[in-house]
């Protein structure tokens, strides 16, 4: 079945620090793959997306790209702040099906 | 205004107890999903609908049901609450394009059964 699979964490970072989040799916077909980002108390708020294979999500300095090739949708930022800290989920979505990964928190410290 | 609502936002019941979650939407979106959140587990699909006369068991169905009211409202039940029921429930929308729509959650409701 579809599967999607990102490190749990937690992930903690210095500020102005690199970002990666790795995330990578199994998939029937050619999903649309999302990233999510959970602040605390909150609910899941759409990051970015990309909905076909070589395009790349950016939002608020985050960026990922969608590998075909790699079966990968790894998040990216390259200056973090404190205001990142949040739980920040995979997601892949097909044909009336959607596929979470678990979650990877990011602690950022100043 | 938040386009997709739950209440309540907290809850304490305890085992046994019959309750309701209740999600309302303005996007008016026809498809709604309820999920739940739970340490290291991600969320997990408990019931979907697709439009009003659609209802359909996710992945963690048993000792769940749902009521689809209207488009904007979609109601989860929890008939003999348990302590393992205890979780962080969202409710969540989308639009019916079909592959790659994306899904707008709500604020979440979080229970606790004691």
């Known amino acids: 079945g579809d599967s999607v699979t990102q490190m749990e964490g937690p992930v903690t970072l210095s500020e102005e620090a690199f970002l990666t989040i790795n995330c990578t799916y199994t998939a029937t077909g050619y999903p649309s793959l999302f990233w999510y980002v959970q602040y605390p108390g909150e609910g899941l708020q759409l990051l970015l997306k990309?909905?076909?294979?070589?395009d790349k999500g950016s939002n608020k300095g985050f960026e990922a790209t969608y590998r075909k090739e790699t079966t990968s949708f790894h998040l990216e930022k390259g200056s973090v702040q404190v205001s990142d800290s949040a739980v920040y989920f995979c997601?892949?979505?097909?044909?009336?099906?959607?596929?979470f990964g678990i979650g990877t928190k990011l602690q950022v410290i100043p | 205004d938040a386009d997709v609502t739950q209440t309540p936002r907290n809850r304490i019941t305890k085992t046994g107890k019959r309750i309701m979650l209740e999600c309302s939407q303005t996007k008016g979106h026809d498809r709604m999903y309820w999920y739940r959140q739970d340490p290291g587990l991600g969320l997990r699909l408990i019931y979907y609908?697709?439009?009003?006369?659609?209802?359909n068991k996710g992945e963690i169905s048993d000792g769940y049901s749902v009521s689809r009211q209207a488009q904007a409202k979609f109601s989860l039940s929890l008939e003999s609450a348990i302590p393992n029921q205890t979780a962080l429930y969202f409710c969540?929308?989308?639009?019916?394009?079909?592959?790659?729509?994306?899904?707008?959650f709500g604020p979440g409701t979080r229970l606790l059964v004691l």
């Open positions: 990309a909905t076909k294979a070589d």
């Open positions: 609908s697709f439009d009003v006369k659609d209802i």
């Open positions: 997601l892949s979505g097909g044909y009336q099906k959607v596929t």
């Open positions: 969540a929308t989308s639009d019916n394009r079909g592959s790659g729509e994306t899904q707008y």
